[in-house]
């Protein structure tokens, strides 16, 4: 396996923008979940995001109606614009994928995903 690796993080102002991307450490499959997922000092691993091969997109109900997910499959690199960042979203983030995937639920689960490879640092100042 190849390390994935996240980037476009950085330090922004409450209600400004960022888009992270990255390349998933498995293979993307014609079927797969692949999601985005963050942790802040003291907190356990969350689930952000999360990206099926039907299009069909999980939020974490924190981010809703601010980040969205997305996915270029030639590029094989997954995509998290947000927007209206938030004090709380700060957090080194990371993306991962589903391994034992072949259909159906795709949520960010956290115990569902890895590995984590490189993650990158979200700061959102109030």
């Known amino acids: 396996q190849v390390q994935s690796v996240a980037s476009g993080g950085g330090s922004v102002q409450a209600g400004g923008s960022l888009r992270l991307s990255c390349t998933p450490s498995e293979y993307l499959y014609s079927t797969y979940c692949m999601g985005w997922f963050r942790r802040a000092p003291g907190k356990e691993r969350e689930g952000v995001a999360a990206?099926?091969?039907?299009?069909?997109?999980k939020y974490t109900d924190s981010v809703k109606g601010r980040f969205t997910i997305s996915i270029d499959r030639t590029k094989r690199t997954l995509y998290l614009q947000m927007d209206n960042l938030k004090p709380e979203d700060s957090g080194m983030y990371y993306c991962?994928?589903?391994?034992?995937?072949?259909?159906?639920?795709?949520?960010?689960?956290?115990?569902?995903?890895?590995?984590w490879g490189q993650g990158t640092q979200v700061t959102v100042s109030s």
């Open positions: 991962a994928t589903d391994a034992r995937y072949s259909g159906g639920l795709c949520y960010p689960r956290p115990i569902d995903f890895g590995p």
């Open positions: 990206l099926d091969s039907d299009g069909i997109k």
